[in-house]
């Protein structure tokens, strides 16, 4: 009996159990490369440079109201300096947050964890505001803002996805940045739209050098969102294999991200800086109109930041839209 019934149908079924084994760990793998894609790259990168970023506005802002040589042009600056300092804490809160979570997948931990890590940073930058800055109402004022923006910041960057809250934070820093890079080009502009001798002119030379200055700071936070997001998936895909796309509205969240902040910004302000604003305004008229003046910009310019980051962010992602769309075609018709 070399050739026996039962010999070949029982050695055939054992082979495909054993490559079953065998192929279970490349199985946990693929469950748990999804997870990894969902990462936001450059996450400890983004927190150094937020932070970095948050010591040179609160070192500038210092300075500034340190050169003043009475205490009311001091008080003056302090509210001029306040919404950058509120905006950049917003930013290394969350930033610093998205780092501490990047890894975490339950909701409710990946939250607690990161308003506490906003809470830090707030701590850290009162900390320094008090012990660096002059002991007075304004000092607190600014100690106490900046701490509640990083919070926020943190809170922000509680949420489910991380890429998202990546981007957001990456294109609010590059807006930022370039805002101040840009205040060395307000006087040519002003001088490029006609400001002269009179009031009128230099306020509509005003108005025009601050819509120039917000379309482009929307268009490089669309753009720096968009490219965000792009590596994020690239960087998933040849690190994992895998990755989770994200579907238009993430696009549309991330672009818009940076106005979002800007005008929350001006919520913190209004709310938390209420009174250091208030005593500024009350110095003479003039201060008035310049406060009222100053809080109508920075809304506008949010709003501005917000529709032309969102509208960037989106075009630039349906441009990658066509070429699949054709293939898709090309195959159904194959």
């Not at 943190?154 to 809250?165: E, I, K, L």
């Not at 482009?216 to 998933?236: D, P, Q, S």
């Not at 294999?241 to 800007?262: C, D, H, I, K, Q």
């Not at 209004?270 to 920075?298: C, F, H, K």
Request: glycine fraction near 10%; charged fraction near 15%; avoid cysteine.
């Amino acid at each position: 009996m070399s050739k026996q019934p039962g010999s070949s149908t029982a050695a055939e079924p054992d082979q495909p159990a054993i490559e079953r084994t065998d192929e279970s760990p490349s199985d946990e793998t693929a469950e748990a490369a999804p997870a990894r894609g969902r990462l936001a790259p450059g996450a400890l990168v983004l927190a150094v440079l937020s932070l970095g970023w948050l010591a040179a506005m609160l070192w500038s802002t210092r300075a500034a109201i340190s050169s003043a040589a009475a205490g009311v042009t001091a008080l003056t600056l302090s509210a001029y300096a306040l919404p950058g300092v509120i905006t950049a804490a917003l930013v290394a809160g969350a930033a610093v947050a998205l780092a501490a979570t990047n890894r975490l997948d339950r909701a409710t931990l990946r939250f607690l964890v990161a308003v506490g890590a906003g809470l830090l940073v707030g701590l850290a930058a009162a900390v320094v505001i008090n012990l660096t800055y002059a002991d007075n109402a304004t000092t607190n004022t600014i100690a106490g803002t900046t701490a509640a923006a990083a919070i926020i910041g943190g809170a922000t960057a509680g949420a489910r996805n991380a890429r998202v809250a990546g981007a957001v934070a990456a294109a609010t820093l590059a807006a930022q940045v370039f805002v101040v890079l840009f205040s060395r080009a307000r006087d040519p502009l002003s001088d490029l739209f006609g400001a002269g001798d009179t009031q009128q002119s230099m306020l509509d030379a005003a108005k025009w050098v601050s819509r120039t200055e917000s379309l482009l700071a929307g268009l490089i936070a669309g753009l720096v969102a968009y490219l965000y997001l792009a590596w994020a998936r690239r960087r998933a895909e040849r690190r994992d294999g895998v990755a989770t796309e994200l579907r238009w509205p993430s696009y549309l969240v991330a672009g818009a991200g940076a106005g979002l902040l800007l005008l929350l910004t001006e919520v913190i302000i209004r709310v938390g800086g209420r009174g250091l604003l208030d005593l500024a305004a009350a110095l003479s008229e003039a201060d008035q109109v310049a406060q009222t003046a100053l809080g109508t910009s920075r809304v506008d310019n949010g709003i501005w930041v917000l529709f032309v980051g969102a509208l960037t962010a989106l075009i630039l992602f349906g441009r990658t839209l066509g070429p699949r769309a054709v293939e898709d075609e090309d195959e159904s018709g194959s």
